[in-house]
């Protein structure tokens, strides 16, 4: 595990998969889990070059996270992903703050089920506030994938996957996406969605 990490000022380019990966071992909470990283001030480009399933951040388990005033873009999956436990089964990750974050050009119509900001289980204390998000496209050719859809889905701005809680979704900036402005899976509660712009 490790605490009170800071990552900032970087410039991560051409990464053949995910770019900065935060998580605690195991799903059950202790106070001296991973948690009360920063992430903030970044360049995250060009990453998912060999591994398209990557990331720019995947904050798996963790207890607190700062991400804010990153640049993530040219991805051919989710710009941030944040939770690790699907649906309402306890989980250790909580109080994670996303905001004031640039993030485009995610997708590119290679993958599906993604988003620029992607979100998984509960998450008490969590927001996504003041973000922008653009350009995200999930793959369009036909396919027959796990749930019988003939062609991709899901290039979200924020996805709100399984069991998405306890989180405030504010003031973010979305457009040009394939899927839904805000998209959201089964099992969530305790969700504030407020205030926020969404086109095209």
């Not at 640049?71 to 089964?89: E, R």
């Not at 749930?147 to 900036?173: A, C, P, Q, R, T």
Request: proline share 2%.
């Amino acid at each position: 595990f490790s605490r009170n990490c800071v990552v900032s000022n970087c410039r991560f380019d051409s990464i053949g998969g995910t770019a900065c990966n935060v998580t605690h071992s195991t799903v059950t909470y202790s106070e001296d889990m991973t948690g009360n990283f920063t992430f903030t001030n970044n360049l995250v480009e060009r990453f998912s070059r060999v591994y398209q399933h990557g990331e720019g951040l995947l904050i798996g388990h963790c207890d607190g996270a700062e991400v804010s005033y990153n640049t993530i873009h040219d991805g051919y999956y989710t710009g941030i992903s944040c939770g690790w436990v699907w649906g309402l089964g306890d989980s250790p990750t909580n109080n994670i703050k996303v905001t004031h974050n640039l993030i485009y050009d995610i997708g590119q119509g290679c993958l599906s089920d993604l988003g620029g900001i992607y979100m998984l289980g509960q998450q008490p204390g969590s927001c996504l506030m003041y973000n922008k998000i653009y350009d995200v496209s999930h793959c369009t050719f036909p396919k027959s994938g796990w749930n019988g859809l003939e062609s991709g889905y899901g290039g979200n701005g924020i996805f709100l996957d399984e069991g998405s809680s306890y989180m405030d979704v504010k003031y973010n900036l979305i457009y040009n996406v394939t899927g839904g402005a805000v998209a959201k899976n089964q099992a969530g509660k305790d969700l504030i969605v407020a205030n926020n712009i969404f086109a095209f």
